[in-house]
């Protein structure tokens, strides 16, 4: 059965543009218009240079979306994952040359033995429906029989390094080691290999990959298109949410210091801040559960331009930031009763959102005066 959602904003379709209900936020008017529909648990997207969007659905399934459509048929040649709780096909990324090499990023988790899994990456060519070549060029140093945390967004900076989130795998105290990957995020070149001036490479208690740790869970990475600083968006536990810039050698406190506490009411840390820990841009009380970030720079709302969208599992809302003054109060958009997976810029100036849910749709948000 189609989401209340959905089917709320197909409707709209049938009655022309100008029957949208339109949104009103501090800044724009907005509508939002249905890309496509029929996906069950999106969690990561990619857009095409020839129009065409890829689409990772959890339980396993890399999808394409073209002129509007949800094509039937799967891509095949994706990595078997173990598709329990959190843990399934995660995000995708396209090679920065990807107009010429045809190379797709994935994110998932990895099955082991004993019902184990890890937060892993490939890379493979994109052949029409195929992915080719696809091999393996990352797996965290993570495993664990938990089902959640395996962080998993993607990113490349301006000079071709892929940033890799990993989640602390629900076990709080591995986020301070550097003898493991858990809570950390990753710095590494398009192929796997670890760049020379990551910030542990040559200790013997770090694992050279590491760029920063004491991240508990971050499902949003994207750069500022402006400053080419990183961003993270990570859950906080009951509370406590946190938007970060990712600075190499850092440490973001997790469990240290939190602004959050524990599911069961009790306290975590009685600390919020500590000499040589980061402390966020921005948190999040009470939670919104975070998902995927971006950062607005288009055309399409020029009072936007600057400002950082996190998407709300819990929260059920795409949340503003302005990275001006990122201490003040988040504005709450898209308030529509479903989970906020994931939230990019097209390449046509739009945000684009996925939803978390069975037969979900893509939804898309435009100036209302457009």
Request: charged share 20%; with cysteine; hydrophobic share 40%.
């Amino acid at each position: 059965m189609a989401s209340a959602c959905a089917a709320l904003l197909i409707a709209a379709h049938t009655a022309g543009a100008q029957s949208k209900r339109v949104f009103q936020s501090a800044r724009h008017a907005y509508v939002v218009d249905t890309v496509a529909t029929g996906l069950s648990h999106a969690w990561g997207m990619a857009f095409l240079p020839d129009g065409d969007i890829l689409v990772t659905e959890r339980d396993g399934r890399l999808r394409l979306i073209r002129r509007g459509q949800l094509l039937q048929q799967a891509i095949i040649g994706v990595p078997k994952v173990r598709a329990v709780g959190q843990g399934g096909l995660l995000d995708v990324a396209i090679h920065p040359q990807f107009a010429t090499n045809r190379l797709v990023y994935l994110s998932f988790s990895k099955p082991g033995l004993f019902l184990r899994a890890t937060t892993a990456v490939v890379r493979g060519r994109l052949d029409g429906l195929r992915l080719v070549n696809v091999e393996e060029i990352f797996v965290a140093k993570a495993w664990g029989w938990r089902t959640g945390h395996y962080g998993s967004r993607l990113a490349f900076d301006r000079n071709g390094f892929l940033f890799i989130s990993v989640g602390e795998r629900q076990e709080m105290r591995e986020a301070q080691k550097l003898s493991n990957h858990q809570g950390k995020i990753i710095r590494l070149h398009d192929d796997g290999r670890v760049p020379a001036d990551n910030p542990f490479v040559g200790r013997n208690d770090a694992l050279p990959e590491i760029y920063t740790y004491g991240n508990r869970n971050p499902q949003g990475l994207t750069f500022h298109p402006e400053t080419g600083e990183l961003w993270a968006s990570e859950h906080g536990p009951m509370g406590g949410d946190e938007i970060n810039v990712i600075l190499p050698g850092r440490n973001y406190g997790w469990p240290e210091v939190t602004y959050g506490i524990n599911y069961t009411g009790q306290p975590i840390s009685d600390l919020t801040h500590k000499e040589g820990m980061e402390q966020p841009r921005h948190f999040f009380v009470p939670s919104i559960a975070t998902s995927g970030l971006a950062i607005y720079y288009g055309d399409a709302f020029p009072n936007w331009r600057g400002d950082a969208f996190v998407g709300g599992l819990v929260g059920m809302r795409v949340a503003r930031v302005s990275l001006r003054d990122p201490a003040a109060p988040h504005e709450r958009l898209l308030e529509i009763n479903q989970r906020i997976r994931d939230v990019r810029v097209g390449p046509d100036g739009l945000l684009y959102i996925l939803i978390d849910a069975p037969n979900a749709p893509v939804l898309r948000l435009r100036p209302a005066d457009s």
